[in-house]
């Protein structure tokens, strides 16, 4: 009994360590996630859109390639020529995700206590992408808000066998905002849609609520598609790929999952073992060569690609780069397969969100951050983490990727 309170308290420490890191960066402005260049973007929005009516925006002056939902939230709230009301606001948003991100998490780890469950929602706070976007105006943490608050009815749905009708309205709802702050996240919407669907029994409520309310949240987008003549603003379409066909972004996606799968795949010793004497291994090496041969032509550059790229950057000869970025990138896919083979709902999330990237020329690692690490949480199924010693080996893994984010952007400044 004793030990349980003494590790109960290491616990509260811990988080109240992260908690207290996280407020300082806040005072300060840390910048880990290199975003703060974006923020003349983000305030030029918001003036934008506080001048004039909705239906009267110029979206040749809009600079963003997200949809507007940040922008007229922030607009009604609060007075946004305050630069100080804008970041306080961002940081509630901030700290309201992390609760919806802890409530969670008591759903799918219900044995265990409140302290380990509150070190595992820490990881959100040690995120370089959420802290910046936090820390600056920036728009980001409020689609995550959006998808966290929409996790948690989706868990509690599930709880609920898919018949509470309240949870599945709030999920859908949350899920939808979190659209028109992110449109990628789409993605996340259509998982969730077609987990939640009854095709054995079509008409049923649940079926004709969810086919109603995604209609109805489907007509604000493509009355923007109308007027941007485009699935995103005007001034962003130049950034979109003119042959998306050749999927030449995958092996840089693959390293940039990478990054977040890699501390599940160390803490799961067993999946290691099976990795390594899996008879399946012949064919992952079988494979290679023509994994090698389609993306032998692809194209390496420092700009974007996420740590692993810059990483090699750094280190290695530009010839060598191209050849690391592949090996290293069926690495990623044969990890990949070995964590979540069986497990339909990331695996259906990283699919789609290699197929839908293939539209961008660059891809940055800011699009997979924080929300691979909260998916990987919420439905990796990870039952090594309800071990006492793994919650801190995961902690100290996001905290060293931190300061990694930190000394990197400390070189550029």
């Known amino acids: 009994m004793e030990v349980l309170k003494k590790e109960s308290k290491f616990n509260y420490i811990i988080f109240l360590l992260i908690l207290s ?18 923020e003349i973007h983000v305030l030029n929005n918001l003036k934008l859109f506080e001048s004039i009516s909705f239906l009267e925006i110029n979206w040749l002056k809009y600079d963003s390639s997200s949809l507007p939902l940040f922008y007229i939230i922030y607009n009604f709230l609060i007075d946004t020529n305050n630069y100080s009301y804008i970041l306080y606001l961002n940081l509630i948003v901030s700290i309201f995700s992390f609760i919806f991100f ?15 469950i509150l070190v595992l929602a820490s990881c959100l706070l040690l995120s370089p992408y959420f802290r910046t976007s936090t820390f600056f105006t920036l728009e980001e943490n409020l689609p995550i808000l959006f998808i966290l608050s929409g996790f948690y009815f989706f868990l509690k749905l599930k709880l609920s066998n898919f018949v509470s009708i309240p949870n599945l309205i709030l999920c859908l709802i949350s899920l939808g905002l979190a659209i028109y702050g992110r449109s990628n996240y789409i993605i996340i919407y259509i998982i969730v849609f077609f987990s ?6 079509f008409f049923c409520r649940n079926n004709l609520l969810a086919i109603f309310l995604t209609i109805l949240f489907a007509i604000p987008g493509f009355f923007l598609i109308y007027h941007w003549g485009g699935i995103i603003p005007p001034i962003a379409q130049h950034r979109l790929n003119d042959n998306p066909i050749q999927f030449n972004l995958i092996p840089i996606i693959l390293n940039i999952i990478l990054i977040y799968a890699l501390p599940f795949f160390l803490l799961e010793f067993r999946k290691i073992k099976k990795f390594i004497f899996n008879k399946r291994m012949i064919y992952f090496i079988i494979v290679f060569p023509i994994y090698y041969f389609v993306f032998q032509k692809m194209v390496v550059n420092y700009y974007g690609g996420g740590s692993i790229n810059k990483l090699l950057f750094l280190i290695f000869n530009e010839d060598y780069i191209k050849n690391l970025t592949i090996v290293i990138s ?20 990283l699919i789609l969100c290699s197929i839908l990237f293939q539209n961008l020329l660059i891809i940055f690692q ?21 071990k006492n010693k793994t ?23």
Request: charged share 15%; aromatic share 28%; with cysteine.
């Open 391 to 413: 919650k801190y080996i995961l902690i100290s893994y996001f905290y060293f990727f931190l300061i990694s984010a930190l000394f990197f952007q400390s070189q550029l400044a």
């Open 21 to 38: 890191h996280f407020l300082f960066g806040f005072l300060i402005q840390e910048n880990a996630g290199g975003g703060k260049i974006d």
């Open 196 to 201: 939640l669907f009854r095709f054995k029994n």
């Open 330 to 349: 069926y690495f990623s896919l044969i990890i990949i397969y070995t964590l979540f083979f069986r497990n339909y709902f990331i695996l259906s999330f």
């Open 102 to 116: 802890y409530k969670s998490l008591t759903l799918v780890f219900i044995d265990l206590s409140k302290d380990k």
């Open 366 to 386: 800011e699009y997979f951050d924080p929300i691979l690490m909260i998916i990987f949480l919420l439905f990796g199924g990870f039952e090594c983490l309800k």
